[in-house]
């Protein structure tokens, strides 16, 4: 079993950036494969992008591909999301997700353990 926080949301201007953080607990970090997803109100959750135990097979969703990048360091047990070129679309609370499997998914209901979200907030 692991446990997911996240960080590193908050407010900015359009075309700005932040790198969010999602630090995992257990021995095993690397055999979970991770995914970032984001809920903005009145919509439902959607996927962001996911990455492979080993860093390897990262999938990003269309909106969100050449300005988003997802990484991991195994040793500090962290995913992270440095998103860029912000726009007022990608407010939304992003949450991370946890699975154990072959390959990352783009489907949430893969995923067994989430985090409790992190607000992410784009200003035009």
């Known amino acids: 079993q692991v446990h997911v926080v996240e960080s590193g949301g908050g407010l900015v201007q359009a075309g700005g950036s932040l790198r969010l953080s999602c630090a995992a607990s257990g021995r095993t970090f690397s055999m979970y494969l991770m995914g970032w997803f984001r809920q903005a109100p009145g919509k439902e959750r959607e996927f962001v992008a996911a990455?492979?135990?080993?860093?390897?097979?990262?999938y990003y969703a269309d909106s969100v591909k050449g300005r988003f990048t997802i990484s991991r360091d195994n040793a500090k047990n962290t995913v992270y999301l440095q998103m860029n070129s912000l726009k007022s679309e990608d407010t939304a609370v992003y949450f991370c997700?946890?699975?154990?499997?072959?390959?990352?998914?783009?489907?949430?209901?893969?995923?067994?353990?989430w985090g409790q979200g992190t607000q992410v907030t784009v200003s035009s």
């Open positions: 990455i492979g135990g080993s860093g390897g097979s990262i």
């Open positions: 997700a946890a699975r154990i499997g072959e390959l990352p998914s783009t489907s949430q209901y893969q995923y067994n353990y």
